[in-house]
């Protein structure tokens, strides 16, 4: 499904917040959205390689790394896993690598910066937590919206105007 945000924004003021202009788009698919399914985690993927194991179908990963730049939390087989197993897409609050090759495949992708440098595998982190960054709170099972104009979350899902 293609999404608009800034049509979503007019229909749905009451519901949604925007997230701050922080972001770029580096995926496939330049618009996606889906319930959330949040991790927190600090320079460590191992979580990130977990969740893009099972089916994500309907559902956008939010990874809050805490902003880091030092690592990247997402790579071309993580992105391509995911692309495989459903996933709409993933906002990482962080950095990604294998630019050329995310932006190959069929996987929306937002993140802060693209690093060449892996990150630790030590399995430490946290899944479906609230999370919060870029002036909003991700709350797993609430939705998110992302396209080339930003990245906005709702309560509830959104359907595209007429």
Same mark, same amino acid.
């Given at each position: 499904?293609?999404y608009?945000?800034?049509?979503l924004?007019?229909?749905?003021?009451?519901?949604?917040?925007?997230v701050?202009?922080?972001?770029?788009?580096?995926?496939?698919h330049?618009?996606?959205?889906?319930?959330?399914?949040?991790?927190?985690?600090?320079?460590?993927?191992? !979580?990130?390689?977990?969740?893009?194991?099972?089916? %994500?179908?309907?559902? +956008?990963? @939010?990874?809050? #790394?805490g902003?880091?730049? &030092?690592?990247?939390?997402l790579?071309?087989?993580?992105?391509?896993?995911?692309?495989?197993?459903?996933?709409?897409?993933?906002?990482?609050?962080?950095?990604?690598?294998?630019?050329?090759?995310?932006?190959?495949?069929?996987?929306?992708?937002?993140?802060?910066?693209?690093? !060449?440098?892996?990150t630790d595998?030590?399995?430490? %982190?946290?899944?479906? +937590?609230? @999370?919060?960054? #870029?002036?909003?709170?991700? &709350?797993?099972?609430?939705?998110?919206?992302?396209?080339?104009?930003?990245?906005?979350?709702?309560?509830?899902?959104?359907?595209m105007?007429?």
């Open positions: 499904m293609q608009v945000t800034p049509d924004c007019d229909a749905y003021p009451e519901l949604v917040q925007g701050e202009p922080m972001f770029s788009n580096f995926g496939g330049d618009s996606f959205g889906g319930e959330i399914v949040t991790i927190k985690c600090f320079e460590d993927n191992s !979580l990130v390689k977990d969740q893009v194991d099972l089916d %994500g179908k309907g559902k +956008v990963l @939010v990874v809050d #790394g902003g880091s730049l &030092r690592r990247a939390l790579g071309d087989m993580l992105a391509e896993k995911a692309a495989k197993n459903g996933w709409e897409g993933l906002v990482v609050y962080g950095c990604i690598r294998d630019v050329d090759v995310i932006a190959q495949t069929a996987l929306g992708v937002q993140a802060l910066a693209s690093h !060449l440098m892996n595998k030590r399995g430490i %982190g946290d899944l479906n +937590v609230a @999370v919060t960054f #870029g002036g909003v709170t991700f &709350r797993p099972g609430e939705y998110v919206y992302a396209d080339n104009n930003g990245i906005i979350v709702s309560p509830q899902p959104l359907q105007p007429a």
